[in-house]
């Protein structure tokens, strides 16, 4: 088809819509020109993306909102691994209270016997011969006292400290009464025993009462 026959036909369809030649060639014009803008902002929207331009503020804002989430959530797991620190502490200290109580329960009954076990020992050591043969069975009364008060001791964990002469000796289960130079006596030794002492499952409840050799 001709460039004339074309225009003749679009002069006929403006005499249709009952446009002029110049009315339609304006509204031709405009059509033109929102193709044209309609294909500059496709392009340019294209090359944006293709750049990476984007709106960024609610990138932003996603960015910050997930900050504070970790933020929060590191707070929390702290906090909670705190709290279970402080319940396993309170676990342990309370077990340790149990087991205390039940070692160590008798401590102030085992002291105030002591002195019986002093004075037991005591009256056989002062027991001679004579005192035997007159008061046999007195004297074998208090042996069978004495080792039913020491088994019943044992039973409770409580253990005597009896050190022997010339042992070192030991700042920790002794109690130094006196100190005296002693012929052949190691400076620093066992002397002398005066009492016994006793540990109450492992705890010292009373030391040896002891005297110490001196130097020469």
């Not at 392009?43 to 503020?57: F, K, Q, Y």
């Not at 042996?143 to 088994?151: A, F, N, P, V």
């Amino acid at each position: 088809m001709t460039d004339g026959k074309i225009k003749d036909d679009e002069e006929a369809r403006a005499e249709d819509r009952g446009e002029s030649a110049a009315e339609a060639a304006m509204r031709e014009g405009a059509d033109d020109l929102s193709e044209i803008a309609a294909e500059d902002a496709a392009m340019h929207i294209s090359e944006a993306d293709e750049a990476g331009v984007v709106d960024e503020e609610p990138v932003d804002d996603m960015e910050a909102a997930l900050t504070t989430a970790l933020a929060e959530r590191d707070e929390l797991r702290e906090r909670l691994m705190r709290a279970l620190a402080e319940t396993e502490n309170v676990r342990k200290r309370a077990e340790r209270d149990v087991k205390d109580a039940q070692a160590y329960a008798g401590t102030k009954l085992a002291r105030d016997l002591l002195g019986v076990v002093d004075n037991l020992s005591r009256a056989l050591e002062a027991a001679d011969d004579g005192a035997r043969a007159a008061a046999g069975p007195v004297i074998e009364g208090v042996e069978l006292t004495q080792r039913e008060l020491l088994s019943a001791f044992a039973k409770h964990k409580i253990e005597a400290v009896s050190p022997a002469i010339g042992d070192k000796f030991d700042a920790k289960l002794h109690q130094a009464m006196f100190e005296a130079p002693v012929e052949g006596a190691e400076p620093g030794t066992v002397i002398q025993v005066m009492a016994s002492g006793f540990t109450i499952s492992g705890r010292l409840l009373r030391p040896a009462m002891v005297g110490v050799a001196a130097a020469g």
